[in-house]
Each structure stands twice: as structure tokens, then as C-alpha cells.
């Protein structure tokens, strides 16, 4: 289901069909959070992701009309389809070498997933998670918070039509 | 190498991180229109954080899902910032494809 | 007292220093007392350190001052030093105290000209490189002041450069002299990588204990000789002094018969363990070449008419003479003609000088004649000179050409007919010239007009500032000859007191026939010069043969023409070649490089589409070839 959506995405002419290809992928996505017993990721995921980034998309292709159809059978640029495709699958090649030939050197590091299971508690991913976050990466907390201030001051700054340019 | 086998080992979830990373690559490289390139760009970074809880699942280590957790929050802002960016530029014009912002022309 | 070493070279540069910064406002006469009594106060230093050094034993008169280490370069230590030992104080001796002489005389000559300081600043400076040159502890300290005189030299013959004959002489020379500086550091390179040094003590060293192969010493020996060619005026290199006497005479005087020239014949006694050292045929071509150049230069005195050209090609006879003699094996003889020649030399310079001064700058001699009741100082004194030049004992002249010749027989009797053939010449045309000048019909009056003269023209005597040095040269020629005379070891003055310099490549003639004979010899040179006196008066004088002078000798022998051929036809293309492939090969290659990387970069500037998703794709190639190779090189990611 992942790989139909990843593909539809860059397949699709119409900006809006991508955007829908692009949330049935990070459905997908977050259904193997689950069963990488990560729950609160996946929460995560469908909200932010599929919840509101897509809907950001959404909102931009309708504002700015920009959903005329690309045309995707000329290439402007010679050359660029075949050396794309072959950068693309070069790349998978690499990694995917590197990763069957890293198999061996897995080993155990931290100290182990809290599973809800009858022993922990239901909430088990979710207190471990937020005890990581607020006791060891706490700075790295709060500077994600300065940041997203940031980021909506800015981007609202970017925007800002003056007076004169909207006469 | 191990065996191939049908069990879903984390090497699988590797391996599909793979093969979407590549797919976000080929639509960042061959698609025109540019909000379809910032969908390609979040795709790549989905991938990322498949992997990333995949082994943190494999190594036993909640860290993997934290770092997953600040991705997130990174991409939220960055496409926050990326869009203003497009809208601010096509706001004159609504036919605009990458080729066209070729200003950095040597 | 040694410490005063370097008084002697600092003296004239300071005065050099001092007219060039307050010449004008010195005026004339005072700036030329100021650099007269520079190079006195250099005179004054020298013979102190000659007394100091006399005082010593033979074997520890040799004093090295070292001023800094000029080129500590890796494994080339060359310092800025001066050497004190018999034979550099000997040239400083008679260049200091003749070079006074000459500024003392140039005060009066010079007297009324524009740019009188400026003579002056030059002739110092012309003094402080000629010092450099004969005291240098190495190789390019010496060089420093050979460069120093050749430019000096240039500035000086060339002074009245709005005459357009003075600038082409001045650069005539200056180019002649560059071919021989090409010899000089080549062969100063040679010496290098042979020797690892500079110093005159590690060369001289190396060659007498072996050290330096008879190859090397052979190339040194002969590149040395090359710039001596140059700077000493042999064939062929000889075709600027005659043009040189543009310059004014203390010019002719100082550096064209009395100093600079004779650098040559220093050079090569100062190396004289690397010629000793060097194949046996090296020395004979030296001979070979100062005996041709001896003769080739007197025939052509026998016919010039201007007083000052006759003394000038008897200067490069005389060089060949000095030439001859260190081929020869005869060291203290060269060295001991270079001091009376100097004396006799400058004598008749300043005397000719006295009479161009007192004719009102007439300088053909067809138009002087019995001058010498007019001017009888001059007269007397050039008459003393005439003596010494033409070997009539016991002037000066003499004993050092008689010393000469004796070593030559010995050497070869072939140029000893060659040279006693030139003495013989050498009488002929100095004795021509006197006659022509001081006695006979006075032919002035009958050019009175052209002088611009008003009523009737009389040549005049020099001022007494002109007239001193003349005498004092002149008791100088007659002495001088004690410094050596042969009858017996103990007189041998010059020769102990350079022995330590000289003392391995001397020829020893004790057993040949020509010492067995030598006053044999003796009285065949005297017989010669009375035979070459006695020819010019009759033909001159008495008119009893007819006055040979052949039209190719006034030409001196067409070589000037043919070299200005060679140099201008093939010579010239030569040099536009040269020049051409400098432009475009060289030239070509730099520009060429600068067009390959503008080439390079415009092609590359292809690359700078302004396309993002190109650029995209070059990172995600790149990032693919990176990862790749790593996982080759067996990094697992």
C-alpha cells in the first residue's frame, strides 16, 4: 500500500491526486509504526502528517490555483529522466547493499522498549517516550519549540503583501 | 547475508525505507510542478522515520522513536516555511514550474 | 691599523653620497676638492695598511675583513668581505693614489662645464667600485664592482650624451662589457658547483691541492678570461675603447688606461693557482691572444691622427702586452707593467689632455705642432712619458717590458719576435705622435679660425692644478722601474712582496737559455726602441722616407665595419628571432595557460543551468558514487 502510494504520488499529474497518493502513504506508514510498537508515533503521524501537513498542501494548491495539469510526457531538461532514474535506482542499490551487509552488527544498546502489555501499562510507549524527551533531550525540546516559533514568524513575514504591491 | 524469508524481519522495513527514499528521489528529480516536489521531499522523510523505528524497535532503544518524534516537528516547520516560500514567489504567477525559477544562472 | 680596511672603499662613496645630495650647491670648484680629497683619505688608509701588512711575515700577510653575511642561502655562504693582501693593497696603491692625482687634474680640466658635480659624483662612485673590485674577498664582491665600473664607465664615457657619438660610445661599451660579465658568471656558477664557494681562498685552495679537476679549472679559467677579453679590451672584444675617448680625457685617463682595464689582468693573477691548474693550452692561448692583440693594435696607432685615439689602441697593446706576459707564466711581471703603465699612461692622457685643454678642444693632431714653446710643463712632462712607453732606459717602461719579454722567449721565441715587433711599433707611432704634436712647424694658426678664436690664436699652458699631477707622474715614470730591476734577487722588490699570492704558477726560467742571456736581451729591446725612435724622426721629422700610413690601418683593419655587419645582418636577425620567440613561446605559454582557464571555466560555467532539479541531480549522482565507493572500500554504513 506504501509503495502504490509512493509511486502515485510522483505519477500523478493533477497536484491533488499526489496530495491524496501521499496520504494513503503516510496511512501506510504509520500502520508499520504500530507494529514496530511505536503507538504514539503513529498517533503522531495521522495528525500532524496526514492531519494537517496534507491539508497545508491542500490549502495551498487551492489558494494559489495551481492545479493546472503538468505535463509529464516532455522532459524540458535532455537527459534528466534517464540519469534520474538511474541516480534513483543507484541509490537503492546502495542501500540496500549496505544494509543486508550491516545485518551482523545489530546488537543491543539502549535499554529496552516498554511494551503495553499487562505488566506496564497501556500507555507504556507513550511514558517512555515523553520520559526520553523531558529528562535527557529536554534542550533539544525547547529549542524545537523556538523553532516553530520561528518558522510561523517567518513565514508569515515572507508573506506579507505591503501596501503598495496590493494596489 | 541472511536468508530471505517471509517473515517481516526489521531487514524488510529497511529495505521498503529504501525503496521509498528512492522514490521520493526520482519524484524530487523528474517532477516540474513545485508543490508536487515538496510532496516527493516529505515522502523521503517518511522513509527516514520508518527506518529509524524499525531499528529502534531491533536495538531495543527508545531513543530511535525520540529522534523520529523531532523529525516531525522539524518537517512540520520546514513545510510551514517551504510553502510560505512558494506562495510568496507564485503569488504572481500561477503557471510557474521549477525550470522557470532559473535565476541562478551562471 | 688593518681595521682601516674598509676606510679605503667607504672613503669615495661617502664623497659620491655627499655631491650627489650638495654638488650644486658646492659648485665648482669645491665639490671637486671634496671627492679629491675622498680618494685621498682612501690613498692615505691604503698605504697604512701596506705598512701594516709590511711589517708582517710573508706567509701572514693576508687579512680578511668581513663586513655581514650577505648570501647564507643552503649550502652557498657568501659574505660581504675584503681581502688585504699584497696583491689587492698593490692595485689599491696606485688606483687610489692615481685616481687623486686624476681628480685633482679634472678640476682643472672640467672647470666651466654644466654638470661639474656630477663628473665628480661619478668619478667617485667609478673609484669606490674599482676598490670593490680589487679588494672582494670573493668572487661577487669583485663582480659587485666589476658590474660597478662597467656602469660607471657607461655613465662617464657617455657624459656629454647630447653629443649623439659620446652615447652610442657609452653604450657600445656597456654592451661589449656585458659579453664579457657573461663569462664572469658562468664562470662564477662553475666555480660554485665545483668548488661549493665563492672565496678566492676555498678556489684558489681547491685548485692548489688538487681538489679541482683540470676541466672545471680549464672552463673557469677561460670564461674568467672571457670577461677580462671584455672588460680589458683584447680582441675581440677590444672595439670600445678607441670609441670610449668620447669621454672626457681624466676619464680616458682614469679608467680606460690606469684602472678599469687593468681589472682583467687583476682577475686573472687573483685566479692565477686555477689557470696553473687548468690544461697547459689555456695559458698559451692567453699569450696567443694579448701578443695578437698587441701587435694587431699597434698597427693601427701608427696611423690615426687623433691624439687621443693613438693613446687608446696603445692602451690595448699594452693590455696585450699584460696578457701576453701572464700566458706567459711572468705574474709579477704583468702586474708590475699594470703599475708603470698605469703611471706613464695617465701621464700621457693628462697630457694630451693639458693640450686639447690649451687648443681649445682641438684633438687632430695634423692641426698641432711645435706646441712645446708654448706649453713647455706639458711638454716636458709627455715628453717623459714618451721615454717611459717606448722602453728607453731607465724610465719605467722599460724594465717592466723588458721583464716581459723575458719570460716570453722562454716561453716561445715565436711571440717573442712578435713581441719585440710591437715594442719596436710602439716607439714608431709614440714617437710620431710627439713630433707631431710638440715640435716641428706650428700648424695651429693656419686653423686659428675655426676655434672661434679672436684675433690671433694662441694655445695656452694648463692651470697649475692641471699641471701638478703631471709632474708628479712623471717622477713616478722614472722611478718606477726600481720596484724591480733584474740585476740582481735582492732588488727584486715586487717579486718577494708578491710571492705569497703568486708564488706556485710563476714560470721558473732560472735554467733557460733567455735567463742565461737575459742582458742579451736587454740590449736587443734597447736597440729596438732606438731603432723605432730613430725611424719616426726620419720620416717625421727629418722627412727623409716618405710617410707610409696606410688607409686600412686608419681603419683599423675594417673591423669595426665588419662587426657592425655581423651584428646588424645575421646579429640582428639573430636577436628579432630571439625576441619573437620571447613574445610568443614564452610569452605564449603564460598568456596560454590564462586562455586554457578561461577555456576551461567557460565550459565549465555550462554547468550553472539555474535549474534546480539539475542541481538536485548532480547531488543525488554524487551522493550515490560516494556511498558506493565507501561500501567498496568495505565501510559498512
Redesign the interface.
Known amino acids: 500500500m506504501?509503495?502504490v502510494g509512493?509511486?502515485g504520488?510522483?505519477v500523478r499529474k493533477h497536484?491533488v491526486h499526489?496530495?491524496l497518493s501521499?496520504v494513503l502513504?503516510?496511512f501506510g506508514?504509520a500502520v508499520?509504526?504500530v507494529?514496530?510498537?511505536?503507538h504514539?508515533?503513529a498517533a503522531?503521524?495521522v495528525i500532524?502528517?496526514a492531519g494537517?501537513?496534507v491539508v497545508?498542501?491542500l490549502f495551498?494548491?487551492m489558494?494559489?490555483?495551481?492545479d493546472?495539469v503538468?505535463n509529464?510526457r516532455t522532459?524540458?531538461?535532455s537527459g534528466?529522466?534517464p540519469?534520474?532514474?538511474?541516480?534513483?535506482?543507484?541509490?537503492?542499490a546502495?542501500?540496500?547493499?549496505?544494509?543486508?551487509?550491516?545485518?551482523q552488527?545489530?546488537?543491543?544498546?539502549?535499554?529496552?522498549?516498554?511494551l503495553p502489555d499487562s505488566q506496564n501499562g497501556p500507555d507504556a510507549?507513550t511514558v517512555?517516550?515523553a520520559e526520553?524527551?523531558f529528562s535527557?533531550?529536554v534542550v533539544?525540546f525547547e529549542v524545537?519549540s523556538v523553532?516553530?516559533v520561528i518558522?510561523?514568524v517567518?513565514?508569515?513575514l515572507?508573506?506579507r503583501r505591503t501596501r503598495a504591491a496590493t494596489e | 547475508m541472511t536468508a530471505f524469508s517471509l517473515e517481516p524481519t526489521t531487514s524488510w522495513y529497511l529495505v521498503l525505507s529504501a525503496i521509498l527514499f528512492g522514490i521520493g528521489t526520482l519524484g524530487v528529480l523528474v517532477r516540474r510542478n513545485p508543490l508536487v516536489m515538496f510532496m516527493c521531499i516529505e515522502l523521503m522523510l517518511n522513509a527516514v522515520n520508518l527506518s529509524f523505528v524499525a531499528l529502534a524497535r531491533e536495538l531495543n532503544d527508545i531513543n530511535g522513536q525520540t529522534i523520529v518524534f523531532f523529525v516531525m516537528v522539524v518537517a512540520a516547520a520546514e513545510v510551514v516555511v517551504g510553502l510560505g516560500i512558494i506562495v510568496s514567489i507564485m503569488r504572481s504567477r500561477s503557471t510557474l514550474t521549477a525550470d522557470d525559477l532559473a535565476g541562478l544562472k551562471g | 691599523m688593518l681595521n682601516l680596511l674598509w676606510l679605503i672603499p667607504l672613503s669615495p662613496l661617502v664623497g659620491a653620497l655627499l655631491n650627489m645630495a650638495a654638488g650644486r650647491k658646492l659648485g665648482d670648484p669645491r665639490s671637486g676638492w671634496l671627492a679629491t680629497s675622498a680618494t685621498l683619505i682612501s690613498f692615505l688608509a691604503t698605504v697604512m695598511v701596506y705598512f701594516e701588512l709590511l711589517g708582517r711575515q710573508a706567509e701572514k700577510r693576508s687579512h680578511v675583513a668581513t663586513l655581514f653575511s650577505w648570501l647564507p642561502v643552503g649550502s652557498l655562504q657568501v659574505d660581504f668581505a675584503l681581502l688585504a693582501d699584497p696583491l689587492s693593497i698593490t692595485m689599491s696603491l696606485f688606483v687610489t693614489g692615481i685616481s687623486t692625482l686624476i681628480h685633482l687634474y679634472a678640476i682643472g680640466y672640467m672647470h666651466g662645464d654644466a654638470k661639474f658635480s656630477k663628473f665628480f659624483v661619478y668619478l667617485n662612485l667609478f673609484v669606490f667600485s674599482m676598490l670593490m673590485l680589487v679588494l672582494g674577498e670573493n668572487l661577487l664582491v669583485t663582480f659587485l664592482g666589476w658590474e660597478g665600473v662597467g656602469a660607471c664607465s657607461y655613465f662617464l664615457i657617455s657624459f656629454w650624451h647630447t653629443r649623439n657619438s659620446a652615447a652610442v660610445a657609452g653604450k657600445k661599451a656597456f654592451v661589449t662589457n656585458r659579453i664579457g660579465d657573461f663569462g664572469v658568471m658562468t664562470a662564477m656558477f662553475l666555480a660554485f658547483s665545483s668548488v661549493g664557494s665563492l672565496s678566492y681562498g676555498a678556489i684558489n685552495e681547491a685548485a692548489h691541492s688538487g681538489e679541482l679537476a683540470a676541466v672545471s679549472a680549464t672552463a673557469i679559467a677561460l670564461l674568467l678570461f672571457v670577461g677580462a677579453c671584455g672588460k680589458s679590451a683584447q680582441l675581440p672584444l677590444y672595439l670600445w675603447l678607441p670609441d670610449a675617448m668620447e669621454g672626457p680625457t681624466p676619464v680616458s685617463a682614469l679608467i680606460h688606461a690606469a684602472t678599469m682595464v687593468t681589472s682583467g689582468v687583476f682577475l686573472l693573477t687573483r685566479i692565477n693557482p686555477v689557470l696553473h691548474a687548468s690544461y697547459a693550452w689555456v695559458p698559451t692561448t692567453v699569450a696567443v691572444v694579448g701578443a695578437a692583440t698587441a701587435l694587431f693594435a699597434a698597427t693601427i696607432a701608427v696611423s690615426q691622427n687623433d691624439i687621443k685615439k693613438v693613446l687608446a689602441y696603445s692602451t690595448v697593446s699594452q693590455l696585450g702586452f699584460m696578457f701576453l706576459a701572464i700566458g706567459s707564466g711572468a705574474y709579477v711581471a704583468a702586474i708590475f707593467h699594470m703599475v708603470t703603465h698605469a703611471f706613464f699612461k695617465a701621464l700621457l692622457f693628462l697630457g694630451s689632455g693639458s693640450v686639447i685643454h690649451g687648443m681649445h678642444h682641438e684633438q687632430d693632431m695634423r692641426k698641432m705642432g711645435a706646441l712645446r714653446k708654448v706649453m713647455p710643463i706639458t711638454g716636458f712632462t709627455f715628453i717623459i712619458g714618451w721615454l717611459a712607453i717606448a722602453g728607453v732606459p731607465p724610465f719605467a717602461g722599460f724594465w717592466s717590458k723588458d721583464e716581459i719579454l723575458l719570460y716570453v722567449f722562454a716561453k716561445s721565441p715565436v711571440l717573442y719576435v712578435v713581441g719585440i715587433f710591437t715594442a719596436l711599433l710602439t716607439a714608431y707611432y709614440m714617437t710620431r705622435q710627439v713630433i707631431m704634436v710638440f715640435y716641428g712647424k706650428a700648424r695651429w694658426s693656419d686653423h686659428g679660425a675655426e676655434h672661434g678664436a679672436h684675433g690671433d690664436f694662441t694655445p695656452h699652458e694648463s692651470p697649475r692644478v692641471m699641471l701638478m699631477p703631471l709632474l708628479v707622474l712623471s717622477v713616478l715614470s722614472v722611478v718606477g722601474g726600481a720596484m724591480q730591476l733584474p740585476f740582481s734577487k735582492e732588488l727584486h722588490f715586487l717579486e718577494h712582496w708578491l710571492a705569497p699570492v703568486v708564488e706556485e704558477s710563476e714560470a721558473y726560467i732560472g735554467k733557460s737559455w733567455a735567463y742565461q742571456n737575459k742582458y742579451l736581451l736587454l740590449m736587443l729591446a734597447i736597440v729596438v726602441a732606438t731603432t723605432g725612435i730613430v725611424l719616426a724622426v726620419a720620416v717625421y721629422a727629418k722627412g727623409k722616407f716618405k710617410v707610409v700610413e696606410p688607409k686600412v690601418l686608419e681603419q683599423a683593419w675594417h673591423y669595426d665595419t665588419a662587426v657592425a655587419r655581423v651584428v646588424a645582418g645575421p646579429g640582428a636577425a639573430s636577436f628579432n628571432l630571439i625576441a619573437w620567440i620571447d613574445t610568443n613561446i614564452v610569452d605564449g605559454i603564460v598568456n596560454g595557460v590564462g586562455q586554457v582557464v578561461r577555456g576551461a571555466a567557460g565550459s565549465l560555467r555550462k554547468t550553472q543551468s539555474g535549474f534546480v532539479r539539475v542541481y538536485a541531480l548532480l547531488i543525488s549522482i554524487g551522493a550515490v558514487a560516494i556511498l558506493g565507493w565507501l561500501l567498496l572500500r568495505g565501510v559498512v554504513l
Not at chain 1, 35 to 38: D, G, L, R, V
Not at chain 1, 83 to 90: H, I, R
Not at chain 1, 94 to 103: E, M, P, Q, S
Open positions: 506504501i509503495l509512493a509511486v504520488v510522483i497536484p499526489a496530495a501521499l502513504t503516510l506508514v508499520l509504526f507494529a514496530q510498537e511505536a504514539f508515533l503522531v503521524q500532524v502528517y494537517a501537513i497545508l498542501f495551498v494548491i489558494l494559489l490555483g495551481v493546472r503538468e509529464l522532459e524540458p531538461l534528466q529522466r540519469l534520474a532514474v538511474l541516480a534513483s535506482l543507484g541509490l537503492v546502495v542501500l540496500i547493499t549496505a544494509i543486508l551487509r550491516g545485518n552488527i545489530f546488537n543491543e544498546r539502549g535499554t529496552g522498549l516498554n510507549n517512555q517516550l526520553s524527551i535527557q533531550y533539544a524545537t523553532l516553530l518558522a510561523v517567518g513565514t508569515v515572507l508573506t
